[in-house]
């Protein structure tokens, strides 16, 4: 696309606003910036949730020790978890708190990934975080604000129902408003729907328009009311090439994996390195993956091959073949979010006909001239 008269003339971007666009997610999303953002945001989310499920053990009066030994760092809650009242209460709150991880992440690396599109690669990690601070409000307060009109709503039936209990008039009353009351139901199922997509879709409005939550909330709704298919089709084609894009990755890690260990064996003797690593998710989540699983093929395996790793050796090698798995996992979660950036940017510009790469690349340009021009005028008021 052609910037315009008022943004840098030679300015040119990759994306035609076509579902095809969407093909370009695998490789957006594989950036080495991007999964190291996810990669962290995946372990802080993982280590913040681990701690108040622990807590939430602690506070049903488990042993810690115990429940550790056993769970390691996945703990399950279980019944007599789920029974008491401040254990359930501190489960809700590790989860959303690490839901907030999640979408912090997600404003970041759709930022990260609107600046690729632009071209700009000197954007930084922490030009993203300077970009989240300012801008985070929108990202949780938008699905809070549709989960509440939700909640509303469902009081609204329930009045509806209890009304129905009225000697006499009830039934009368309760089925006058059943037309009212269908009409309301058809809203939520909406709302219900478009609470699962702003989950995905406000991260990426937030991070391309800067919008606030009023904005995020007209998005949402109507893009998923006005592009559905288009959605649709986009999901689709996104999900087929990273899907693609995902196995070839693992393919390479895999191999890399099986040469190191082929390696340390024919050199030290040392065996059992790949089966030690690639089973590293299920050794140190023991009741989350009770069975052997390998990272690259989690229903490939069910037994431990002869190995001579053990102790803390083992440990170590156990949480590098974690680390690679949540390597893979980030590049799932940047390449899903890299979809997203480019399905919004379609939408919006088959919806409005408006390119935001080339609205923020003006917005830039007018900056650049506002700052350049008062510097001149400073200069020139210096100089006389």
């Not at 406000?202 to 288009?230: H, M, N, W, Y």
């Not at 065996?271 to 989350?288: K, L, N, V, Y």
Request: glycine share 8%.
């Amino acid at each position: 696309m052609q910037g315009s008269d008022s943004a840098v003339r030679n300015y040119v971007h990759k994306l035609k606003f076509q579902v095809k666009d969407t093909l370009l997610a695998a490789r957006y999303g594989f950036n080495a910036r991007n999964i190291w953002v996810f990669w962290k945001g995946t372990v802080q989310a993982w280590l913040v949730w681990v701690f108040f499920v622990y807590a939430g053990f602690l506070a049903a009066g488990d042993s810690v020790e115990a429940r550790f030994t056993a769970t390691r760092l996945c703990p399950v809650p279980d019944s007599l978890f789920m029974a008491n009242a401040p254990s359930v209460t501190l489960l809700v709150l590790g989860s959303l708190l690490a839901f907030y991880i999640y979408m912090i992440t997600a404003l970041k690396v759709s930022r990260l990934t609107f600046e690729q599109l632009r071209g700009d690669r000197f954007f930084s990690e922490a030009d993203a975080c300077r970009f989240c601070r300012s801008n985070w409000k929108a990202v949780v307060v938008t699905p809070l604000v549709i989960a509440a009109g939700i909640a509303m709503g469902i009081i609204a039936i329930f009045f509806i129902g209890l009304i129905g209990r009225i000697p006499s008039a009830g039934p009368v009353l309760a089925g006058l408003l059943a037309i009212p009351a269908w009409i309301l139901g058809l809203f939520l199922v909406l709302a219900l729907v478009v609470l699962l997509l702003s989950v995905f879709l406000v991260p990426v409005i937030t991070a391309t328009t800067k919008g606030d939550t009023f904005e995020c909330l007209f998005e949402v709704f109507s893009i998923v009311t006005s592009q559905p298919v288009r959605l649709f089709r986009g999901i689709v084609t996104g999900v087929f090439i990273r899907v693609t894009a995902l196995v070839v990755f693992s393919l390479f890690a895999w191999g890399s994996v099986s040469i190191i260990s082929s390696v340390l064996y024919r050199t030290s003797g040392i065996q059992g390195f790949g089966d030690t690593m690639e089973s590293g998710f299920s050794r140190i989540a023991p009741e989350a993956v009770p069975f052997y699983s390998s990272i690259f093929n989690p229903i490939s395996s069910t037994g431990h091959t002869d190995s001579s790793w053990g102790g803390p050796a083992e440990l170590i090698v156990s949480l590098a073949g974690a680390a690679v798995f949540l390597v893979l996992w980030a590049y799932w979660l940047s390449s899903f979010t890299a979809q997203w950036t480019i399905m919004y940017l379609g939408a919006r510009y088959n919806r409005d006909r408006e390119d935001l790469l080339l609205r923020a690349e003006e917005e830039e340009y007018r900056e650049f001239n506002r700052v350049y021009n008062s510097t001149s005028n400073d200069g020139d008021r210096t100089s006389e």
